[in-house]
């Protein structure tokens, strides 16, 4: 199964039509987009969306989110996988990276995994 993504609600809402410029086919949402959960939604309810919907996130909160991820797990969840942005990277590198992941890996990859891109 393709990769689906939810971009976190601190991202550039940019990112999603420059990953749509590269293949309008991507499913991808932001927090605060129609059937995505809403702006402001804590992290713990976010991650239980995502393991709901199958979606990987796309995020850059590092502060709170890996304690949520941990508390997720030891409750018995799980996640279609988180990937980090990293600092001082253009918007156009993540969309591609972004693209990159949705064209060479399947969704059931991610389960449970975390990365950062670009690479």
């Given at each position: 199964m393709k990769i689906r993504f939810l971009l976190d609600e601190n991202l550039p809402n940019k990112l999603k039509f420059a990953v749509?410029?590269?293949n309008p086919e991507i499913d991808i949402v932001r927090v605060?987009?129609?059937?995505?959960?809403?702006?402001g939604t804590p992290d713990p309810e976010l991650l239980h969306y995502l393991e709901l919907s199958q979606r990987l996130l796309v995020t850059?909160?590092?502060?709170?989110?890996?304690?949520?991820?941990?508390n997720h797990w030891?409750?018995?969840?799980?996640?279609?996988?988180?990937?980090?942005?990293?600092p001082g990277t253009t918007l156009a590198s993540w969309a591609e990276a972004i693209?990159?992941?949705?064209?060479?890996?399947?969704?059931?990859?991610?389960i449970d995994q975390l990365d950062w891109i670009p690479f």
């Open positions: 749509w410029r590269l605060g987009d129609p059937d995505a959960p809403l702006l850059d909160n590092r502060k709170s989110m890996p304690g949520h991820l941990e030891q409750a018995g969840g799980h996640i279609w996988g988180v990937i980090w942005l990293r693209f990159l992941l949705w064209e060479t890996t399947d969704s059931e990859e991610w």
